[in-house]
């Protein structure tokens, strides 16, 4: 149904493989960020707001949330804190909210309800979502299924590159070669054509540079 899609994309990728640099580019492309991070990954975004703590952190969503352009960078270590710093967030129209660490809320057998109402009602409040996981095994399966535009870096598990296939069909296989920090994009024509993130289509762009320089030799 196109037309006012909302943005659902889920970054996958061994550790280290790069996903949180990827996600720090199209945060800053983006006007209003919700950022819930585990692992102090964002703390240096240019003009980011960081908070610690559920109660800290949304009282400054309340704060911001008729504002303009902001991110915000909320660290949490209990996993309570981070659902309740979602649910309000759920309740913010028009933002963008991105969940580094999704296997910390949830696996492939639980799905909290904080987690699920916003995968699967984001699209009635225009918030866009970006999920980030090392492997599509270990999340629930809506996140996956859900996720309107998949970018995976390099996957060496064989169930991983399986789903990947039941997504992408045959082109999942070259999940398994990526070079360091490549990406396989995949989405459907609408979301391809209006919605991809530049930082995205520009690292699509430059993989297709090199693969045409490479094949000449
Ligand atoms: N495109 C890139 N070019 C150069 N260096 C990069 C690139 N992407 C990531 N890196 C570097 O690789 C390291 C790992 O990147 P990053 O933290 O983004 O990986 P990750 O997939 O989020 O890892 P984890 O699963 O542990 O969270 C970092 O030191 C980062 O600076
Ligand atoms: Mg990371």
Not at 5 to 21: C, D, E, F, N, P
Not at 45 to 72: F, M, N, R, T
Request: glycine share 6%.
């Amino acid at each position: 149904m196109p037309g006012g899609q909302t943005l659902k994309v889920a970054i996958l990728g061994t550790t280290g493989s790069g996903k949180s640099t990827l996600a720090a580019e199209i945060i800053q492309e983006r006007d209003r960020v919700l950022v819930l991070d585990t692992m102090g990954d964002y703390d240096e975004l240019p003009g980011a707001i960081v908070c610690e703590g559920a109660e800290e952190c949304i009282s400054q969503l309340l704060d911001l949330q008729y504002k303009k352009h902001w991110i915000l960078v909320c660290l949490t270590l209990e996993i309570q804190e981070g659902l309740d710093i979602l649910a309000v967030g759920f309740d913010i129209p028009d933002i963008t909210i991105v969940v580094d660490e999704c296997s910390m809320y949830c696996n492939p057998h639980f799905l909290p309800e904080e987690f699920a109402r916003l995968i699967r009602y984001s699209r009635k409040r225009n918030i866009d979502l970006i999920f980030l996981a090392r492997r599509p095994s270990e999340v629930h399966r809506e996140v996956t299924a859900q996720a309107n535009l998949l970018v995976t870096f390099i996957q060496y598990e064989p169930i991983d590159i399986v789903y990947l296939r039941s997504r992408m069909g045959p082109k999942a296989e070259r999940a398994k070669s990526l070079k360091q920090y490549a990406i396989l994009v995949h989405s459907d024509k609408y979301i391809m054509e209006n919605r991809v993130p530049l930082a995205i289509l520009k690292r699509m762009e430059e993989e297709k540079d090199l693969t045409e320089e490479e094949e000449p030799e």
